[in-house]
C-alpha cells in the first residue's frame, strides 16, 4: 500500500521556519522524484520544489529560492524535508509531497495545472499558516 503522510506544518509568524517531512513507502518506481505543491485557498496549485531519486538534483520554483531547502534523509532516500525559513504570509498554503518520475514531476514544477495530474500518489498535505 502507497503511503505518503507529510508533517511539520503550523502556525508560524513572518520570518519565522518550518521544516516538513514526507515519508513515502509502498511504492515501486524505479526512477522517481519526490515534489512538493501547495495550494492557497482560492489559488491554483503550484509547483514549489522536487528532488530526484537518482542523484539527489533540486529544483525551486522562483518565489522559494534562497528560502527553501529540500533533502532527503541519509538512511531513507523516500523521506524528503522541506526547510522553509524566512516565511512569508504569502507561504501560506496546504503543502502536499507527491511522488512521480522525473521527467512529469519537472513538468509538474512548471506547469502544475498542466501536468500534477500525471504525478502517481499524493499525500493529504499539512497546512502551514504564516500570520502575525
Known amino acids: 500500500q502507497v503511503q505518503l503522510v507529510e508533517s511539520g506544518g503550523g502556525l508560524v509568524q513572518p520570518g519565522g521556519s518550518l521544516r516538513l517531512s514526507c515519508a513515502a513507502s509502498?511504492?515501486?518506481?524505479?526512477?522517481?522524484?519526490i515534489g512538493w505543491f501547495r495550494q492557497a485557498p482560492g489559488k491554483e496549485r503550484e509547483g514549489v520544489s522536487c528532488?530526484?531519486?537518482?542523484?539527489?538534483?533540486?529544483?525551486y520554483v522562483d518565489s522559494v529560492k534562497g528560502r527553501f531547502t529540500i533533502s532527503r534523509d541519509n538512511a531513507n532516500k523516500n523521506t524528503v524535508y522541506l526547510q522553509m525559513n524566512s516565511l512569508k504570509p504569502e507561504d501560506t498554503a496546504v503543502y502536499y509531497c507527491?511522488?512521480?518520475?522525473?521527467?512529469?514531476?519537472?513538468?509538474?514544477?512548471?506547469?502544475?495545472?498542466?501536468?500534477?495530474?500525471?504525478?502517481?500518489?499524493w499525500g493529504k498535505g499539512t497546512l502551514v499558516t504564516v500570520s502575525s
Open positions: 509502498g511504492f515501486t518506481l524505479d526512477y522517481y522524484a
Open positions: 507527491a511522488v512521480g518520475d522525473p521527467l512529469t514531476t519537472a513538468q509538474a514544477m512548471g506547469a502544475p495545472d498542466q501536468f500534477s495530474d500525471g504525478m502517481d500518489y
Open positions: 528532488i530526484s531519486s537518482s542523484d539527489g538534483t533540486t529544483y
